[in-house]
């Protein structure tokens, strides 16, 4: 017999064992025998033993380059785009091979998975998305009472979803969860014989079989029938014996008398696979265990190291049970919090360019030995992002004065959220910087919240932690993108806004033609030191507050700047809104329209964040209206641990400052001379 070896890994060998065989061309044991020899093809290692002889060819005229593997699965909705990235991750960290997945998607789906894909940039790893809303008449005629819906039928169609090119494809659930490496089922294909177009493994309870219930009828099945969670599809054979064609008059044949389906496209390949057995490869049982009400699963395998893929198809989940179902929920849990990062990795023996032409020569521009290098390089961190994290809808409002709260926050600012949506009735849309872990934490918890749970118009965006700095503005403009209105409330998730400021902005947009002018309407900020606040329902109670001591002007002890061209003074009997100017430092709450300049990304950390945003709305000519009937009042915290850092570190000041020049010199270059001023302001501080 002979073997190929991968040529990178077979020259390394090859030095190695010409040292080791130099010096004992035949290095013996009592059963086998090394030695070196050479052909016209190359280097080869001869092995003798007791089972014959056998050769390793060490030639590049049997390289073998990593097979690309393909792997499908369909996926509609909020939900089902979270449970997909557990179920990627369990791939991927076993994989050792390049991939490409195929991913039918609603609108919503392709949305969230094609953002989280493209941060991500996994070396070696190719993604497709195809609509599946052009795929709903190919199987809507199809009654279907399983809890997945049309989108449990469309695995059916992939003969003609997917490229007419690709020849096979592993076909995934999104409730499954890898515990080996997907080459090894991927390999699977080499054993069909020729006729065999579908690999499945058996259905491991006694649904097919009839006798669970009284009167119980399922469809047709061979035996036990078989589980549709994991295929193998042999796409060009199945197009070769007209699939299309076949599979839908065995659906009309059987709706006949079936009238629905009750396990959506499982149904219809079992009943297939009934009438062309010859057509079916049969999995070992450990590519597709099971935990489904009434599994027989336990049978499948001695030892729980045997497994090869975990398939949670019980509505119940991880609640199923099964006497191993603590090992289960945990293999399952460690991916589920496993940070993505690390499965950035190069795979070996196959290059691949991870990083975007650009962000590879910005990189390559950093001077590491600039003192600044850490805050230069953080600017460069592309952060996985996951959209829409939750269940969100939103409806437009007909009168296009829609405004939505954007903030930002860590898990040091969960306790928060419920007290923002009961001040706020409206859209809001958050970004969380948080870690793998922390991101199923924020779930748990925001699942057993009544306040939160019945929100559907709050957008939840992880941006997934790396690096040493806090990138606030990178996470507060993933918040601010993604609002779905036409003007935005760009705030601090430690504010808690007056109640009825919703309805308040809205009326005040109308009257301050906010659509057909450029301006920045200032929520004047208050702040308490109190934990427990009896929150003012009016202006009126406001400044009896203010004036008791009670409330105080936001910062008014530690940062007058940051808030005093305000007027505070004029907003006590103001009844219009006012008018005030640009001052350096100034950083007030704002009220804009949602094509705003972004924030700048270079601030990370504490310092000069909201400022350099308020600054270029200043240059863009935005009249900043402080607002006479608005109101927002900071909450007290602990202190961040970048404002800590900011204190402590002189080196962390000093590169504040140079950045600030620089974003001073860009903002020259960028507004010209109109932008002078700026510079000539933070020079006379």
């Not at 198809?313 to 940070?339: A, G, M, Q």
């Not at 009997?573 to 100034?586: L, R, S």
Request: hydrophobic residues 40%; contains cysteine; glycine residues 4%.
């Amino acid at each position: 017999a002979e073997s190929c070896f991968p040529l990178r890994a077979a020259r390394a060998v090859g030095v190695w064992l010409r040292k080791f065989i130099g010096a004992r061309p035949h290095s013996a044991t009592a059963s086998t025998a090394f030695a070196l020899e050479n052909d016209s093809r190359g280097d080869v290692i001869l092995w003798r033993g007791h089972l014959g002889d056998h050769k390793l060819r060490l030639d590049s005229s049997c390289f073998l380059s990593p097979q690309l593997i393909h792997v499908a699965c369909v996926c509609a909705g909020h939900n089902a785009s979270r449970d997909v990235v557990t179920l990627v991750k369990s791939v991927l960290f076993h994989r050792r091979n390049p991939l490409h997945f195929h991913f039918i998607t609603d609108t919503v789906a392709n949305r969230i998975l094609s953002s989280l894909f493209q941060s991500w940039m996994v070396p070696s790893v190719q993604v497709s998305f195809y609509d599946a809303d052009e795929l709903k008449s190919e199987v809507s005629w199809i009654p279907n009472k399983h809890y997945s819906g049309i989108y449990g039928l469309m695995k059916l169609t992939l003969t003609k979803a997917l490229p007419p090119d690709l020849s096979k494809v592993i076909v995934l659930d999104t409730d499954i969860t890898f515990a080996t490496d997907i080459a090894e089922l991927w390999g699977i294909f080499r054993k069909f014989t020729d006729k065999q177009v579908i690999g499945l493994v058996e259905n491991q309870s006694d649904w097919y079989l009839g006798n669970l219930w009284k009167n119980h009828k399922p469809w047709p099945a061979l035996g036990r029938g078989f589980n549709t969670g994991v295929i193998l599809l042999y796409l060009e054979r199945l197009r070769r014996i007209g699939w299309e064609q076949m599979w839908r008059l065995t659906a009309e044949r059987e709706l006949m008398s079936m009238l629905s389906t009750s396990l959506a496209d499982q149904d219809i390949f079992n009943a297939f696979i009934k009438q062309n057995p010859v057509l079916v490869h049969q999995l070992p049982c450990f590519w597709n265990v099971q935990l489904s009400d009434h599994t027989r699963s336990e049978q499948c395998y001695t030892e729980v190291s045997d497994l090869k893929v975990i398939h949670w198809n019980s509505p119940k989940k991880l609640r199923v049970k099964n006497k191993h179902v603590e090992f289960f929920r945990n293999l399952y849990l460690t991916f589920l919090e496993y940070d993505g990062n690390l499965l950035r990795r190069e795979l070996f023996g196959c290059p691949s360019q991870a990083n975007p032409e650009s962000l590879q020569a910005a990189l390559e521009e950093l001077d590491e030995d600039d003192q600044c290098y850490d805050f230069r390089r953080e600017r460069l961190t592309v952060h996985r992002v996951h959209l829409y994290f939750l269940q969100y809808e939103y409806t437009p409002t007909e009168d296009d004065t829609d405004i939505t709260l954007v903030a930002q926050l860590s898990m040091d600012r969960l306790q928060m959220l419920e007290a923002i949506c009961k001040h706020w009735e409206g859209p809001i849309s958050l970004a969380l910087y948080m870690s793998d872990a922390e991101a199923q934490q924020f779930l748990r918890y925001a699942q057993a919240s009544e306040v939160l749970k019945n929100r559907k118009n709050v957008g939840y965006h992880i941006v997934y932690k790396e690096g040493q700095f806090y990138p606030v503005n990178l996470v507060r403009n993933v918040a601010l993108k993604n609002a779905n209105t036409p003007y935005v409330f760009l705030t601090d998730v430690d504010f808690l806004p007056m109640y009825g400021l919703y309805d308040y902005l809205r009326r005040s947009m109308v009257q301050l033609d906010m659509a057909h002018t450029k301006k920045a309407l200032v929520v004047p900020a208050f702040e308490t030191l109190r934990y427990r606040l009896s929150f003012p329902k009016s202006k009126a109670e406001l400044l009896s507050m203010l004036d008791m001591g009670a409330l105080y002007t936001f910062r008014y002890h530690v940062w007058p700047k940051g808030h005093a061209p305000t007027n505070y003074a004029k907003w006590r009997t103001a009844t219009t809104p006012y008018k005030v100017e640009w001052e350096p430092d100034f950083e007030p709450y704002v009220v804009v329209r949602r094509d705003c300049p972004e924030y700048d990304q270079r601030f990370v950390g504490f310092g000069w964040n909201k400022v350099s945003h308020i600054l270029e709305l200043d240059a863009q000519e935005y009249d900043l209206m402080v607002l006479p009937n608005a109101f927002m009042i900071h909450m007290p915290h602990a202190p961040s641990f970048d404002i800590s850092k900011f204190r402590s570190s002189s080196s962390y000041r000093n590169c504040l400052n140079t950045l600030k020049d620089e974003f001073h010199q860009d903002l020259s270059r960028k507004y010209g001379s109109a932008a002078l001023k700026y510079l000539t302001a933070q020079r006379t501080i």
